[in-house]
């Protein structure tokens, strides 16, 4: 619940920003999301469906991504207006290597990463992973500097393999409307 209302604060902001010009016509702001279906990514498409953002004259153009480096190319390149559910190491990545970019507010706070095995499996700490697989999502993502960290922190020869984000929504979602 958190994580939707800092993302509503962000595109509340977003639209103050546009409020503060006059607009004669509906301006058109466009944002790369991370993830569709997440509930957390969910506020852009729900708010411009509940015409929430249309009231305000702003018209939203949504482009889903895998996530992180995914969507942060797009603001990068300046083909996007604003970028979220890229995960907050790898926005910071991305801004400490020099991106022209500006952070300017949170999904979440905390970490929503978890690392995890099998229950029946041997690895019962990092110091178990040496040799093993560990799979991160892509690459530049916060889940991949996380296990870049993990490995040099533990001193662990463990193989990284990016595994991909989680698939966009294929079928259109159930429940109230």
């Known amino acids: 619940m958190i994580r939707m209302h800092q993302l509503a604060v962000a595109l509340a902001a977003a639209t103050l920003l ?8 509906q301006d058109k702001l466009k944002l790369t999301i991370g993830q569709r279906g997440n509930w957390d990514t ?13 009231k305000h004259n702003l018209e939203l153009e949504l482009l889903y991504t895998s996530g992180s480096g995914e969507t942060l190319q797009p603001v990068i390149a300046a083909g996007a207006d604003m970028g979220f559910a890229v995960g907050t190491q790898g926005a910071m990545a991305a801004y ?14 905390g970490e929503d990463s978890y690392w995890y095995v099998r229950a029946d499996s041997p690895v019962k700490s990092m110091a178990g992973m040496k040799g093993r697989t560990m799979a991160y999502s892509t690459n530049g993502s916060s889940t991949h500097a996380n296990a870049l960290a993990f490995v040099e922190l533990y001193k662990v020869d463990a193989k ?18």
Do not use: Q, V, W
């Open 160 to 177: 990284l393999i990016a595994t991909g984000g989680f698939p966009g929504l294929t079928a259109r979602p159930r429940g109230p409307r």
């Open 18 to 25: 546009s409020a503060a010009s006059p607009a004669s016509a």
């Open 96 to 109: 400490a290597k020099g991106a022209p970019i500006r952070i300017i507010g949170a999904e979440s706070t």
């Open 42 to 54: 969910s506020i852009a498409h729900l708010g411009s469906k509940a015409g929430i953002f249309k």
